[in-house]
């Protein structure tokens, strides 16, 4: 299976500092399908070479079961160039690239880089051209910024992440033009667990593939709202027996070729759950 299949499986990643040891070793133990190691917005200036070091023994020491990526310093940074240097053999099974905001100059940091890349939309500029950055050969999925994007555009999102659909919305249709997963952006309320569900059931509804994540108390409930529930595994198994072929009435339904289709996807994702 290739990498673009593996990552449309994943139900959740967690981003996890480079310099908490403490976090990347218990993060082996999660019930994740993706671990990204982050260089970039969690770790201070005066950190980063020791970030990189970090995460390389850690991605070396391997995450059994789970996809690895690595998230570099944005293209701009003064700190990119070294996350390069750094990564040249890093057994990262992805990059994550912030704040790409067009394809112009990805070949090149792809060209230094080991594996394909997770591309971040962050910004208007990037929404504008996200349809272009997802069909990059490079690029194998696209994740949502949303604390950049609200930020840079001035949105002020609702409970309900009013104004932010158009955003995230754009994001799922780029990266499903390319065939590629979406991944929603992280939610920063970590108490409000009900409105963290609601959260993941509205991504989902969207059509993201999985959730970026920052705490492991958001775990379980992205892979629930994420993964094939039971009632949706049988209604898939029912569907997919009562097919004949053709258009035909099901369940005071009409079903054709493509939800067949799609019920044997949704049974795929819950044998072959995670990254792994």
Do not use: W
Not at 79 to 93: G, K, R, V
């Amino acid at each position: 299976m290739n990498l673009v299949e593996r990552l449309k499986r994943v139900r959740t990643a967690l981003y996890v500092p480079a310099i908490n040891a403490r976090a990347l070793e218990k993060a082996r133990a999660l019930p994740i399908d993706m671990l990204i190691i982050d260089l970039e917005d969690a770790v201070p200036a005066d950190r980063k070479a020791e970030a990189r070091s970090a995460a390389l023994a850690e991605v070396a020491a391997g995450f059994p079961g789970k996809l690895v990526a690595i998230r570099l310093n944005g293209i701009g940074s003064s700190d990119l160039e070294a996350d390069l240097d750094a990564c040249l053999h890093a057994q990262a099974d992805a990059f994550v690239l912030p704040k790409v905001e067009s394809t112009k100059g990805l070949d090149p940091i792809l060209a230094r880089l080991p594996s394909p890349m997770l591309a971040m939309i962050e910004g208007p500029a990037g929404l504008y051209q996200a349809r272009d950055i997802a069909a990059h050969h490079g690029v194998v999925g696209l994740i949502a910024g949303v604390n950049d994007i609200c930020a840079d555009i001035g949105i002020k999102p609702g409970p309900q992440r009013q104004g932010l659909e158009l955003a995230l919305q754009t994001i799922v249709m780029a990266a499903a033009s390319a065939g590629k997963p979406a991944f929603d952006g992280v939610c920063n309320r970590l108490d409000d667990m009900d409105g963290y569900e609601a959260e993941c059931a509205q991504g989902r509804c969207y059509g993201f593939t999985g959730k970026t994540l920052i705490h492991p108390n958001q775990i379980a409930i992205a892979n629930a709202v994420f993964g094939p529930s039971a009632q949706e595994l049988a209604e898939a198994e029912a569907l997919i027996a009562a097919a004949t072929g053709g258009a035909q009435r099901h369940e005071g339904k009409m079903i054709e070729s493509m939800h067949v289709e799609e019920a044997r996807r949704t049974i795929e994702r819950a044998r072959h759950g995670t990254g792994s």
